[in-house]
C-alpha cells in the first residue's frame, strides 16, 4: 500500500532516486511542533493535530510519531505528543560551525552592559530571521525573544542587513517569492519603496527599524563579515521608542555594534 506524502513536505522526485520519502515525512512531523497551533498549545499535539498538519493520515503520522518516540525526539503521555530537549543536540551541531558560543556569548555581554540593552545575532531562512545568540538585559518586562526565535526578515533590522547582502538577482527572487506583509502602519509593503531602503541599506552597512515591527520598538543591526568578505549573519540592538530616538540608535549605538560586529566575525571563526 502506498502512503500519500505529506502536505508542505519534501516530496520524492523521479530524476532524484535517492531521496528517502520516510524521512520526508518524518522531519514533516517534528516541524509541525513548531506551527502556531502548536504554540498556541503550548508545544502539545494530538496525533489528530500532527496528522491534519502535515496531511498524513492518522496512521502514517501514528507510526512516525511512535519511531520519533521510541528513539526519543518525541515523548507521549499516551494522549499528546511534545518534543524532547535531545533535539538541543541537533540544534548544537548546527552551531558549531557558526562558532557560536562562550566568545560569542561574551561579547553581546559586554555589548549589552555597554548600550544597557539586548543584543542578538540572527541569520536569514526564507522569508524569516533566525536568532541563533541572544543577551537580553533584565527588565521588568521580558520580550520573550529566545535563540531559536523567528521574525519576518523583511520589518525586522537583522533581516534587512541580510537582504542587503544579496546580490540583485537573489534579493529580486526572494521578493517574488514573499510577500510584504504588514506589522504595524509603518512597515513598508511596497515592493520598489523596500527596493530603496534595502539599497540604502547597502550603502550605508546599517540598517535601522523604527517602529516598522512592533509600535514601540526600535532596533538598528550590522552585518558580521567572515575574512573572505562575506556576510554570514547579522548583529543587532533594540529598544523602546520611550529610550532612545532613531537618531540615537546611528550616533550612540552603531559605533559600539561595528565593534562588536568586527570582534564577534574574529570569534566565530567564519
Known amino acids: 500500500m502506498t502512503e500519500e506524502p505529506a502536505a508542505g513536505a519534501p516530496e520524492a522526485d523521479a530524476r532524484n532516486p535517492d531521496f528517502v520519502s520516510a524521512v520526508g515525512r518524518a522531519m514533516s512531523v517534528l516541524e509541525c511542533f513548531t506551527t502556531e497551533e502548536a504554540v498556541r498549545q503550548r508545544g502539545r499535539l494530538t496525533l489528530t493535530d500532527a ?26 503521555d499516551g494522549k499528546v ?18 562558532g557560536v558560543g562562550e566568545g560569542s556569548a561574551a561579547i553581546l555581554k559586554s555589548l549589552t552592559e555597554t548600550l544597557d540593552e539586548s543584543a542578538s545575532v540572527g541569520i536569514l531562512d526564507g522569508e524569516d530571521i533566525i536568532y541563533i545568540e541572544r543577551v537580553e538585559v533584565r527588565r521588568i518586562y521580558s ?45 513598508i509593503t511596497d515592493r520598489q519603496a523596500f527596493w530603496d531602503e534595502i539599497v540604502r541599506v547597502r ?19 550590522v552585518p ?8 554570514m549573519a547579522a548583529l543587532n540592538a533594540s529598544t523602546i521608542s520611550a529610550r532612545h530616538s532613531a537618531e540615537n540608535l546611528v550616533n550612540d549605538f552603531l559605533p559600539e555594534l561595528k565593534k562588536a560586529g568586527l570582534a564577534l566575525s574574529r570569534t566565530m571563526g567564519w
Not at 496528522?51 to 501514528?62: P, V, Y
Not at 535563540?147 to 538577482?169: F, H, K, M, W
Open 51 to 76: 496528522a491534519k498538519l502535515t496531511g498524513l493520515s492518522r496512521g502514517t503520522a501514528r507510526r512516525l510519531l511512535l519511531t520519533l518516540a521510541a528513539l526519543h525526539y518525541v515523548d507521549t
Open 81 to 98: 505528543f511534545w518534543l524532547t530537549p535531545k533535539l538541543v543536540n541537533l540544534s548544537r551541531g548546527f552551531l558549531m560551525p557558526l
Open 143 to 187: 520580550s520573550r525573544i529566545v535563540n531559536g526565535t523567528r521574525l519576518p526578515a523583511a520589518c525586522s533590522s537583522i533581516g534587512r542587513v541580510l537582504l542587503a547582502a544579496l546580490p540583485d538577482q537573489d534579493l529580486h527572487n526572494w521578493l517574488q517569492s514573499y510577500r510584504l506583509q504588514s506589522m504595524t502602519p509603518k512597515t
Open 203 to 221: 550603502a550605508q552597512g546599517y540598517a535601522v527599524i523604527d517602529e516598522e515591527l512592533e509600535i514601540g520598538i526600535r532596533s538598528i543591526a
Open 224 to 231: 558580521i563579515v567572515s575574512p573572505s568578505g562575506r556576510t
